[in-house]
C-alpha cells in the first residue's frame, strides 16, 4: 500500500496504480475524456491534470496527467489548485472548439460525459467565434449511429475497436484538426461489439441508432437490472422502457461476467419484445387445425381445468430459454417425473455432460474474467465468436496476460497502454484454437488446426496424455500434430492460470469429455487448470440441475400411451424435435402452450396462454459457469400477459391443487424451489428479498428527472395515477423511493451527482475494477472437488475417414441469426444470412460445384435445396451447416447427408 497526499490530507491506496485511478477509487471528482477503466491510460486528451508537489515545502509544483502519473509513495498532489483548474478549464474550451451547440438534439443528451466533465471544469461561455470545422458523417449499419462533428478526439472508439475488440474496419484518418473516425468508406461496421462505441464515447458521436427509431430520453426511461437471455454466459444487461415499449439495452457492470461490455446480439437483440408476433391475450382452438380465438383469462383456466383434469396423463416439456422458477412451476403441476426438458436427446447428453465434468471434477469452473486474465487458453470445437461472443472477448484479451509481465522488466507500469501495445508490437501469448473451422480469434492465435470433431477429440486425449493424464497414448497420431499437442500440452503446464475452453456446439460429448481431461489433467498438477464450457441459451444450466428426460423420452409416454394432454413452456420444439417427433406431438390429445411469441408449437397448440418476456417478469437464470442470477421485472406488459410461473400456478388452484401452488409471489416460488431440489438452495439468497427498503423505502424503477407522468395517461385521467404495486421485488414502478445505492443486484441504473453517463460506475465500485460496493451478484450453485478421485475418460473415436458421395456435416453459427430471439429484432435481422451450406473449394471442385450453385442438402429423410458458400478452411469431407437461421431445416448435427444438383426443370 502507498500514502499518497491530496490537497495535504493522507489517503492510503493501492501500490502500482496511477494517479487518476486513485483519486476516481477515492470518491473524488477529476475529468478525464481518453481514459477508460476497461482500456487504462494513453495520455491523450490532457483533462486529468492535477499538481504535482516535490514534498510538503514546494508551494509552486508542477503540472502532471493524472493518468499517466504513478501514484508512489509519499506523492503529494493538488485537484482544486487555481492553476490547474484553469488549466482543466481551458482543455474543456479548447475541445468545444469546433463542437456542435446541438446539446438539445443530440441523442447523446442527458447522459453526455463531456456535458458532464464541461460542468466539472467550471467552462460555460464559448469565446470562439469563427466558423467550426465539419465532417461528413458515415452510413455504419443497421445499429451505430454516426454524428462525426461531436467528436472530440479523445481516440477511446479507435483504441477499443482496434486493440480491444480486434475490428479491422474502423480507423483514423487524416490529421490534427480534421482527424476523423470511422470506415474507409460507408458500410456495415464489421465487429461484433461494434455497439460498445456508443458507451464507449464520451459524446455524441456514436450512438444506439435502434433506440433512434422509438427516442426516449435517458431521464424518461423506466430501467430494472436483467440479464441477457441471448447466449448462456449470462451477461449483465440494464433494459430500458417507455410507453410500454422497450428502447434500448445498456450494460450492467459485473466484474466477474461482462465486465464494462456487451455484444452487439446482446446489445440489439432486445426488439423481440415488441415483435408483432407477440402473444398478448389467451388462446383457444375449439379444434387443433382450427381458428385462434382470443378468450379471456378466466375462461381460458376453466378450459385449462378441464383438459389437464386429474393430471395422472400429463406431461410438461420445459425449456433452457424460461427462468428457474417457470420450470419449476411446471415441473410442480405435471410431477417430476413426467416433466422433461424440451430438448433433443443428443442435446440433453451434452448437457448432462458439461454439468457432469464442472460438478464431479477438480477444475474449477472458469469465469469470463477467469478467462480474461489467463495466461494460456485452449479452445476445443468452439467458434467463440458466434457461440459466446463476451467470452471470446475475454480471450482475446487474454493473449497480453503473459506478454504484459514481460514489460515489467522494461519499467512499464501495467496501466500504461500505449506504452505497453508499442513494446508487445504483435507478440501475443499462448492461445490455441482446435475447430473445425476458421474463427475471429485466429489472427491472435499462436497455433490453429482445423479438423473433423473426431480428429479434434483424438487431438485433445494426445495433449491430455501429454500433460501426465493416466491415459493410454493416441496411436497414429501424425508427427505433426503430435509434435504440435506436444507444445501447446507445455505451454499450459508452464501457465500460472490455464483455462480449457470447449462447449456443446460441436455436438460432441467426446470432445466436452476430452476438454475435461486436460483442464483435470492440469488440476491435478497444483491446481492450476480451469474449465470454461459453452452451452447454448440462458438458463441451460439451470435446466440441467432441474434434471428430466428429453424429447425422445416425452415421445415414448406418448406411444405407451402415458400421456394424452402435453404442456409446453416456452419452447418452439421445431427447433429441437426431429419430424417424427414433431408429428407425434401433433398428434396428441391436449396441447397446451405458455409463450410470449408465435411460432409452430403455438400455432399447433390448443390452449395459448400470453407468457412475460425477461423485461417483463422476474427470474433467476444460471449461467455457463453455474452462477445463478436474478433478473428483474422492467414494466407491466400489455393485455393478459404474466409471468408463466403464475399462470402455472393458477392452473393448479383451477384443478383443486392449492396445497401444492401455495406460492403467491416470487419469493414464495423460489423458497419452494429451494426446498424441493436442495441444489437451488442458494437461490433464495442471491437478491434481496421483496420486503427488503432502505430508510423504509423501495429502490425506484424511475430516475428522479423521470417527467410526463400524467401526461403520459391524459388520454384515460387527467390526474397522476397510482404507482403500480409490485409484490415480487423490492423495486418500485416510480420514481418515489430511495436515491442511495441499492445493493448489487438491484442497481437499476448507474447514476450519481454530477455523473450523468455510464463512467458513473466508478462510484458504485469498491475501486475502480473492483466489485460493486456490496459485492459481485450472482453465486455458484456448484463447486469442483479438488480432492476427488480423478476418473479420466479413456473413450476415443477413429481417425475421421472422408466418404465418396457423402459429406459430415457440422455445425455453423452466427451470431445474428443462429438465436431464435436476437433474430426477430429488425436490426439483427438486417445482419443475418440467407440459408447456405458451406463447403471447401477443392471439396467443391472435386464434385464439380460451383461457388452460388443450388444443390440439394438429403440428411434424416429431409431436404432442402441450399446455395454453396466456400469457407477454405473446412477439412477434406466436411461441410457447414447454419444452425438456427430463419428457413433452415432442423437436423441433429454432426451427421452424414448427400449433395446433389439442383437440375434445371
Known sequence: MATIYIDNQPYVVKDGQNLLRACLSLGFNLPYFCWHPAMNSVGACRQCAVKQFKDEKDTKGRIVMACMTLAADGTRISIDDPEVRRFRAGVIEFLMVNHPHDCPVCDEGGECHLQDMTVMTGHNYRRFRFRKRTHRNQELGPLVNHEMNRCIACYRCLRFYRDYAGGRDFDVFQWHNYVYFGRQSDGVLENEFSGNLVEVCPTGVFTDKTLKGHYTRKWDLQTAPSICVHCGLGCNTIPGERYGILRRIR???????????????GRYGYEFVNSPRRIRQPIFRSERSGAAQPVEKQAALEQAAKILGSGERVIGIGSSRASLEANFALRTLVGADRFYRGLAEAECRLLDTAIALLRDGPAPAASMSDAAQSDAVLVLGEDLTNTAPMLAYSVRQSTLQREIGLTKRLHVSWWDDAAIRQALQERRGPLYIATPAATKLDDVATEVYRAAPDDLVRFAQALAHALGAEIPPVSALPRKLAALADVVAEALYLARRPVVVCGTSSGSESLL????????????????????LVLPDCNSFGLGLLGGGSLADACRAIQEGK????????????????????KLLDEVRHLVALDYLEHATTAAAELVFPAATFAEANGTLVNNEGRAQRSYQVFVPQGKTQASWRWLQEMMVAVGRQAEASWRSFDEI???LAEALPIFAAVKDIAPPEGFRMAGQRVPRQPHRYSGRTAMHAQADVHEPTPLADPDSPLSFSMEGSQRQPPPPLVPRFWAPGWNSMQAITRFQEEVNGPLRGGDSGRRLIEPQPDAAIRYFSDLPAEFEPRPDEWLLVPVDHIFGSEELSALSPGIAQLTPAPYLALSASDAAGANIQEGEKVVLAMDGLHQALPVRFLPSLPRGVAGLPVGLPGMMHVTLPGWAKLSKVTAS
Not at 450494460?251 to 446480439?265: A, P, S, T
Not at 469429455?513 to 470454461?532: D, F, I, K
Not at 400421456?563 to 417427433?581: G, K
Request: aromatic share 6%; glycine share 6%; hydrophobic share 45%.
Open 251 to 265: 450494460n450492467r457492470y459485473h466484474r466477474e461476467v461482462n465486465g464494462y461490455f456487451l455484444c452487439d446480439r
Open 513 to 532: 469429455r476430452a476438454a475435461g481431461n486436460v483442464a483435470w489433467a492440469l488440476s491435478a498438477a497444483e491446481h492450476r487448470g480451469q474449465l470454461c
Open 563 to 582: 400421456a394424452e394432454t402435453v404442456v409446453v413452456l416456452e419452447n418452439d420444439l421445431s427447433r429441437h424435435a426431429d419430424q417424427a417427433a414433431l
Open 670 to 672: 423460489t423458497a419452494a
